[in-house]
């Protein structure tokens, strides 16, 4: 039976008269990636906070490695790393001597601190400039080394607050390879964004919140399918349009083509392909296409996720 590495049910948190969380359950299971996906104000950061031990909920439980939080304290926070939003490091120390200060205050042995700190800033592909002051950073870079500070422990779990805000794609692109490697390594990671194709490109399971409530969640194949609508893109040489298919609505332009939604896509296809061939188009690509994340976002709030 899969194990859940955390259990939230019925979390709901208020600053004043804001609700930031009203009622909200998830499961993370043991292992996975698992996206906490929603626009600004949605509440994530609220949420990782609670889980992360730094703020109380007003009511609900959440459990880790199947113990409550409230009662489990240190034998949870031993096994858990927390990436805050905000970059929390000494600018003018050197990558090393932060990390060395993180570690101490981790309870790092120190016979094993040196090491430990060469290893995670391999892990974050930042070895080469471990002497260097984080003044001397780029974004991308410093963000990387606020992930090594987390790392160093060795957490069986790593909650990380939209970690890629703000950076270059080189840094991204580090830190997608980072997450990918521990949890080949069986660490479980709870990722929170607003950015849709880092969930598509990364996580097993999501939940999508929006005004501090539940409106999706589930495997992300399964979400996809279930509350998205498929398509039918078709491009064409040199940009010619598409020949309009009785019946069917009009295809947005996306890209260098068009994107037809539908809920027969096969016979979308065919349709397009005998009337390409009919009128002599010449096809460059032709294909159906799985929903995306924002078309089900679309559909399930009548708005855009960026616009919100
Ligand atoms: N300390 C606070 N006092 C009052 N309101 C707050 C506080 N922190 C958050 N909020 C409000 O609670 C709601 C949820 O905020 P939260 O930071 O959890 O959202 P978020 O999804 O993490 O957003 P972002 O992507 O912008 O970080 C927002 O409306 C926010 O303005």
Redo the contacts with the bound molecule.
């Keep these: 039976m899969t194990k859940n590495t955390i259990e939230v049910n019925q979390l709901a948190k208020s600053?004043?008269s804001?609700q930031?969380l009203n009622n909200i359950s998830f499961k993370v299971r043991e292992g996975s990636c698992f996206g906490l996906l929603?626009p600004?104000?949605?509440?994530?950061?609220?949420?990782m906070k609670i889980l992360s031990g730094l703020l109380d909920a007003d009511t609900g439980t959440v459990s880790m490695f199947g113990q409550g939080i409230r009662k489990a304290g240190n034998a949870v926070k031993d096994r858990l790393g927390y990436v805050p939003?905000s970059i929390t490091l000494y600018e003018k120390l050197s990558a090393y001597d932060n990390l060395q200060f993180f570690g101490e205050m981790y309870g790092v042995q120190s016979a094993s601190l040196k090491r430990r700190i060469g290893e995670v800033l391999e892990q974050v592909g930042l070895a080469d400039r471990a002497k260097d002051a984080i003044t001397t950073f780029s974004g991308g870079m410093k963000r990387r080394v606020n992930i090594a500070a987390a790392l160093l422990h060795r957490p069986k779990l790593i909650i990380m607050d939209?970690p890629t805000v703000g950076i270059d794609p080189q840094s991204r692109n580090h830190i997608f390879e980072m997450i990918r490697t521990l949890k080949n390594d069986g660490v479980t990671i709870l990722y929170?964004t607003?950015y849709m194709e880092e969930v598509e490109a990364l996580c097993d399971d999501l939940t999508i919140i929006d005004h501090?409530q539940v409106i999706a969640q589930g495997e992300l194949i399964e979400v996809l399918d279930r509350f998205g609508t498929q398509a039918v893109y078709l491009e064409l040489q040199d940009g010619q349009r598409p020949p309009s298919l009785p019946g069917s609505g009009a295809p947005a332009q996306k890209g260098r083509g068009w994107l037809l939604e539908t809920t027969n896509p096969l016979s979308i296809l065919s349709q397009w392909a005998q009337a390409c061939q009919s009128a002599s188009l010449q096809v460059k690509q032709l294909e159906i296409v799985r929903p995306t994340l924002e078309a089900v976002f679309l559909s399930l709030t009548g708005t855009t996720l960026r616009d919100n």
């Design positions: 600053y004043g804001k930031a929603g600004n104000g949605a509440g994530k950061s609220t949420t939003q939209e929170s607003h501090g």
